[in-house]
């Protein structure tokens, strides 16, 4: 079965569809989709993770607002049917 990812950018819906072997995460997809550089969100997120190395929910977290940032909201992934 094939994955979808429905998220709203700059007020619009919109859905794409997501494969694990095209993409490391979802973020990844949807930032690809939309064309938006994430060299900087790497390199911060690398920073992150070497000071918080096993604290999940921190990183959860600053993918989450960082994307909200750029204004992506209402991120869902589900199967198609």
Do not use: C, P, W
């Amino acid at each position: 079965m094939a994955f979808r990812i429905r998220y709203h950018y700059r007020k619009q819906q919109k859905e794409i569809g997501y494969a694990n072997d095209k993409h490391h995460s979802l973020y990844d997809a949807i930032a690809a989709a939309e064309g938006v550089d994430l060299a900087e969100f790497r390199r911060m997120e690398t920073q992150l993770a070497n000071v918080s190395r096993n604290d999940r929910k921190t990183l959860k977290e600053f993918r989450e607002e960082y994307f909200r940032k750029l204004g992506f909201s209402q991120i869902t992934i589900f199967r198609e049917e």
